[in-house]
């Protein structure tokens, strides 16, 4: 199956996400060099992309994870080409490059599976930057978030985990979750190591860390392999949602509010094909499943196995909804790493 085409971009050698270490003051003057250095191409007279009225360019960003699925589908399965849409897909390497590039107007767009902290962090910077149409929850029921060690760990419990080697994905919404989740277990506090998340398992399987807070399918992957197991999913529901069950909104497609403003019909037909893609994940996954090839790293048996995220409309959104993504974005500005508190609410497309 042919994947879909990355965009060549600037990024550590080994692939691996940007890291956030600080507030987001200091995010954003990286963000908005990053748009000055869009603005001295254009002046230099580097040729710009003029979107026809009838059928304008809609580029939309995307990390190349398992939430991103119900865009693959649309994408492979024409479902955007048969509304008369003309999507280009662009794959980044994290989520915050995708931001980064909505942010200095080269993408329209995100697909499921973008850090919804990270398009915080782009909301912060410029207010007004994107509404959000669809997040991905995920749960104790809807695996994606979970804690890792080797098969034959003695730990039984993240408490165990007090002075203990951990690991998260890089980023900054990766390292806050793992160290306030551990300090909720009662581990205390625990240094926290940014580490790709395509190394979890063999920095475990070669006794380099302790343990992992990952995302799936680092967990399924393991445990296919015989070499981890898991300790503990839908954690971040768990210990800082304070429900095991409660919907967790980490990832997130959005457009930019330039681009729906602009095409208010066109905006309309993207988020009908992309429901269609977000359908067939929900009711047909087997179907689904094979568009994970040649998109995502995973391959194999782990296509059939790796557990799917949900999905949920803003314009399905229920109070409880909005509560408890509210109180995951809370904790970001709780503990400093956003300036200012950002409200759900005012970032849902509301059709």
């Known amino acids: 199956m042919k994947p879909l085409n990355p965009l060549p971009l600037a990024t550590a050698a080994d692939g691996a996400s940007q890291t956030v270490t600080g507030p987001v003051s200091d ?10 250095a869009g603005a001295a191409l254009a002046a230099i007279g580097a040729p710009a992309i003029v979107n026809a009225q009838a059928s304008p360019k809609i580029r939309i960003g995307f990390w190349p994870v398992a939430s991103a699925l119900p865009f693959f589908v649309a994408v492979e399965k024409g479902y955007f080409k048969e509304a008369g849409l003309d999507v280009e897909p662009l794959k980044f390497a994290s989520a915050q490059q995708v931001m980064e590039a909505m942010l200095s107007g080269r993408a329209e767009g995100s697909s ?36 890792v060690v080797a098969k ?4 039984k419990s993240l408490a165990e985990l007090k002075g203990k080697k951990v690991a998260s994905g ?64 839908g954690v971040v529901a768990k210990y800082i949602l304070g429900d095991p069950m409660a919907p967790w909104h980490g990832g997130a497609a959005s457009l930019t509010t330039e681009f729906i403003k602009k095409y208010p019909d066109v905006t309309k037909k993207y988020i009908a094909a992309y429901k269609r893609g977000v359908d067939l994940v929900k009711t047909k996954p087997d179907e689904a499943r094979p568009h994970l090839k040649g998109n995502t790293a995973i391959e194999g048996a ?37 300036e200012k508190r950002v409200l759900v609410d005012t970032l849902l497309y509301k059709g």
């Open 170 to 233: 890089p980023g900054i919404q990766n390292v806050t979750l793992a160290k306030v989740m551990l300090e909720k277990a009662g581990a205390g506090q625990v240094a926290v190591t940014e580490l790709p998340i395509g190394q979890h398992v063999a920095a475990l399987a070669a006794g380099q860390v302790d343990a992992v807070y990952t995302l799936e399918p680092t967990g399924t992957a393991g445990r296919l392999s015989g070499l981890t197991r898991t300790l503990e999913v």
């Open 27 to 36: 995010t954003r003057r990286k963000l908005l060099g990053a748009g000055a």
């Open 152 to 155: 034959d760990s003695p730990i």
């Open 302 to 338: 782990l296509t059939a196995e790796v557990p799917m995220s949900d999905y949920l409309f803003s314009t399905d959104f229920k109070p409880s909804d909005i509560a408890y993504f509210q109180k995951f974005y809370d904790l970001f500005s709780d503990k400093g790493i956003f």
């Open 112 to 147: 499921n599976g973008t850090a919804s902290a990270v398009l915080a962090i782009g909301e912060i910077a410029q207010p007004g930057l994107f509404k959000i149409f669809c997040t991905n929850p995920t749960n104790a029921k809807f695996i994606l978030d979970e804690f």
